[in-house]
């Protein structure tokens, strides 16, 4: 049984900090990522990682980075330099597609998701 835990929101202060993890268990995935979701809108694309190639949305390129060792190990998004609009619940998403080269970025590429860390950006 798949599952993906995520660790690391919480609160902090624009201009800060944090690192969120997402750990896959009952198999192994070339291409993850992460979206966030405000209550009332669409969840959105974050960034994400395929056959170690990184791609970012434009709103957070610059600030977010995500990084894995290989499809082994977690997933992590280091953001920075964070403003009142990156508050979000953020997602950690796997998907079974894994052509070298593709760069997902729509929900529906995606097939199993965690359970959600909320990120909370005081300004």
């Known amino acids: 049984q798949v599952q993906l835990v995520e660790s690391g929101g919480g609160l902090v202060q624009a201009g800060g900090s944090l690192r969120l993890s997402c750990a896959a268990s009952?198999?192994?995935?070339?291409?993850m990522g992460w979206f966030r979701q405000v209550l009332g809108k669409e969840r959105e694309f974050v960034a994400g990682i395929s056959w170690g190639v990184t791609f970012y949305a434009n709103s957070v390129k610059g600030r977010f980075t995500i990084s894995r060792d290989n499809a082994k190990n977690p997933v992590y998004l280091q953001m920075n330099s964070l403003k009142a609009e990156d508050t979000a619940v953020y997602y950690c998403?796997?998907?079974?597609?894994?052509?070298?080269?593709?760069?997902?970025?729509?929900?529906?590429?995606?097939?199993?998701w965690g359970q959600g860390t909320q990120v909370t950006v005081s300004s």
């Open positions: 998403a796997a998907s079974l597609r894994s052509t070298f080269g593709q760069l997902l970025k729509s929900q529906e590429d995606y097939n199993y």
């Open positions: 009952g198999r192994t995935f070339n291409t």
